[in-house]
């Protein structure tokens, strides 16, 4: 299994940006689409964005393409989700999460690992 360790959330005002980081380590993963999710309190878990991790491929949700922005460098083994433009509805835990699934796939059931989530707070 795959260890995943998010960083970089916190307290932002409208219009900011963060960048979110996501350490990987453990089974060899350059198989893997690497994703992240968000989870706003009382709602369900869904999906932002995600990014073949050999490939490079990207796919982003129509409500942050063009504001938010997966990356990934294998040398260091870590993802990023570059956030720009926050709005209050962005306030969520962020979770990042690793699987055998398709780029397209946005299920949380794709995923079979997770991290422990970091969170992002938009407001003035």
């Known amino acids: 299994q795959v260890q995943l360790v998010e960083s970089g959330g916190g307290l932002v005002l409208p219009g900011g940006s963060l960048t979110l980081s996501c350490a990987a380590s453990g089974r060899t993963f350059n198989r893997y689409t690497m994703g992240w999710f968000r989870q706003a309190p009382g709602k369900e878990r869904e999906f932002v964005a995600a990014?073949?991790?050999?490939?490079?491929?990207?796919y982003t949700k129509d409500i942050v393409k063009g504001r938010f922005t997966i990356s990934r460098d294998n040398g260091k083994n870590t993802m990023y989700l570059q956030m720009n433009s926050l709005e209050p509805a962005d306030t969520a835990v962020y979770y990042c999460?690793?699987?055998?699934?398709?780029?397209?796939?946005?299920?949380?059931?794709?995923?079979?690992?997770w991290g422990q989530g970091t969170q992002v707070t938009v407001s003035s």
């Open positions: 990014i073949g991790w050999s490939t490079g491929k990207t």
């Open positions: 999460a690793a699987g055998n699934g398709a780029l397209w796939d946005t299920e949380i059931g794709a995923y079979d690992s």
